[in-house]
């Protein structure tokens, strides 16, 4: 297990957010359930946990995700610390969806909240969240049952989900690029462009990595072990890698961005990825069956 940082988070942060967050009502929540039990119903023996992920911790939690106080604490920290209001980013990836979507995976999904918007704006799709934590499963089911929502919870490795190929209309992923490894992220993408039909979607919602260049100070703020490498990286080129076209960032609050791709028609000798390669207002014009559009 890696050791703890001392990180600005650690210093001055952290003592700050426990005076915003309810301790008391979150112990209360936390003894309400038996996370070993619920966490079971998730638990899939095929889904082998990768060392990047259960060797580090993330966010000041000593095992990271891999526990329930992880699923418990991350609702009430994200909301403070995704600015300029953690919905408001949330639904830049909602806004920047341009198929009709029968069928989402949201990859990555945590405690569900961007899961949950998908649904809520698609009420008519198949909407399934993957998550590596069966705890972090366990909260998001219960957030979806709440909230009277629908949605199919699945423990799995968004590098190897085991669904079929061209399934999905729409991936997702949010907040999850900066904790991996670039090479994993590639792999993500690579997984996706295999598990999208025919002009599919594929949209992530992260840092603002131009921004993460700039101001190397906020890469030392949380405990995120892949931040920097994350920050030298580029989402659009490892889209362009995977095979996906109509590549594009938008910046959201200048912290943030949403770069999304879609899968070509063509997949023998697919063009890679430069800026102008496809025109991102005219989607459409690739011919989805999203679009309900038979290439």
Not at 92 to 110: E, F, N, S
Not at 156 to 162: F, L, P, Q, R, V
């Amino acid at each position: 297990m890696a050791v703890r940082q001392d990180t600005i988070w650690e210093r001055f942060l952290s003592p700050v957010m426990r005076l915003l967050i309810d301790e008391e009502g979150l112990r209360r929540y936390a003894d309400s359930i038996d996370w070993e039990k619920e966490g079971d119903r998730f638990r899939r023996d095929d889904v082998i946990i990768p060392s990047y992920y259960s060797s580090q911790n993330f966010h000041g939690i000593t095992g990271g995700y891999l526990t329930y106080n992880a699923a418990v604490s991350y609702d009430p920290i994200t909301q403070y610390v995704v600015p300029p209001n953690e919905t408001i980013v949330r639904q830049a990836l909602i806004d920047a969806v341009k198929v009709k979507p029968r069928r989402i995976l949201d990859l990555g999904c945590g405690t569900g909240s961007t899961t949950l918007m998908l649904k809520r704006a698609f009420p008519e799709a198949e909407v399934i969240g993957l998550d590596l934590s069966p705890y972090m499963l366990v909260r998001a089911e219960d957030k979806a049952r709440n909230s009277g929502l629908e949605i199919v919870w699945r423990h799995g490795n968004a590098e190897k989900t085991s669904f079929r190929d061209a399934t999905f209309d729409l991936v997702t992923a949010s907040l999850l690029f900066h904790e991996t490894p670039n090479e994993v992220s590639l792999a993500i993408l690579q997984e996706s462009f295999r598990l999208l039909v025919t002009g599919g979607q594929v949209l992530i919602l992260d840092g603002n990595q131009k921004t993460l260049r700039q101001l190397e100070w906020l890469n030392d703020v949380f405990e995120e072990p892949y931040i920097r490498e994350y920050a030298a990286g580029s989402i659009e080129a490892n889209m362009g890698a995977a095979g996906f076209e109509a590549v594009r960032s938008q910046d959201v609050w200048w912290i943030n961005q949403v770069t999304g791709g879609v899968k070509p028609i063509a997949t023998e000798n697919v063009r890679r990825y430069t800026p102008t390669s496809v025109d991102n207002n005219d989607l459409e014009g690739l011919g989805s069956p999203a679009f309900g559009i038979i290439a």
